[in-house]
Nanobody, 120 residues
Framework: QVQLVESGGKLVQTGDSLRLACAASGRTFSNYAMGWFRQAPGKERELVARINWSGSSTYYANSVKGRFTISRDNAKNTVYLQMSSLKPEDTAVYYC?????????????WGQGTQVTVSS
């Protein structure tokens, strides 16, 4: 089992920056690809960013490319999502996920989510 706990979500204004963190415990963190998903009200959950086990490969959704950066610290069992130039359409519950496979098509573990609200 892997337990994931997100933190850092809050109410911010358009153009602000925010960093989310996801602390993992349980099985070996570095065995897993990690990702951030988000779900806005009335919309499906979408993959925002993912990072491979070593941090050498990342992927971003087009909607966040150039504004968000995913990173991980395997020594601290933590993955981060640095968000900048935030827009109201970034408002969502953000979830951290872990997958033994590289693409997070069907994550093995999920966090409970953290709310990010961007006011206009």
């Amino acid at each position: 089992q892997v337990q994931l706990v997100e933190s850092g979500g809050k109410l911010v204004q358009t153009g602000d920056s925010l960093r989310l963190a996801c602390a993992a415990s349980g099985r070996t963190f570095s065995n897993y690809a990690m990702g951030w998903f988000r779900q806005a009200p009335g919309k499906e959950r979408e993959l925002v960013a993912r990072i491979n086990w070593s941090g050498s490969s990342t992927y971003y959704a087009n909607s966040v490319k150039g504004r968000f950066t995913i990173s991980r610290d395997n020594a601290k069992n933590t993955v981060y999502l640095q968000m900048s130039s935030l827009k109201p359409e970034d408002t969502a519950v953000y979830y951290c996920a872990a997958d033994i496979g590289p693409f997070l098509t069907s994550p093995d573990y999920w966090g409970q989510g953290t709310q990010v609200t961007v006011s206009s």
